[in-house]
């Protein structure tokens, strides 16, 4: 098993973004919000929902802003 066999997705989604990006459709802050979630150091409301964490409650509120 070669490397390409074994890193063949990640291939594929850094060939499948480089294509978007030169066409011009690749919008780049969502990208970076898939890779790497919320960064920000904004503050957000307490999460009402016991099941959910802070970190994937703070991610809802700024995927909410897209």
């Known amino acids: ?3 390409f066999e ?3 997705l990640v291939f594929a989604f850094q060939m499948t973004t ?8 690749l919008v780049r802050h969502e990208l970076d919000f898939f890779l790497k ?3 920000s150091l904004e503050e957000v ?3 009402p ?4 964490s802070e970190a994937s409650w ?3 509120h700024k995927l909410d802003s897209f």
């Not at 929902?49 to 959910?52: G, K, Q, T």
């Open 37 to 39: 979630g919320n960064t």
């Open 18 to 25: 480089m294509i978007m990006n030169g066409e011009l459709e």
């Open 45 to 47: 409301d307490k999460c």
């Open 6 to 8: 074994a890193h063949k």
């Open 58 to 60: 703070k991610d809802a």
């Open 1 to 3: 098993m070669g490397i």
């Open 49 to 52: 929902i016991a099941w959910l």
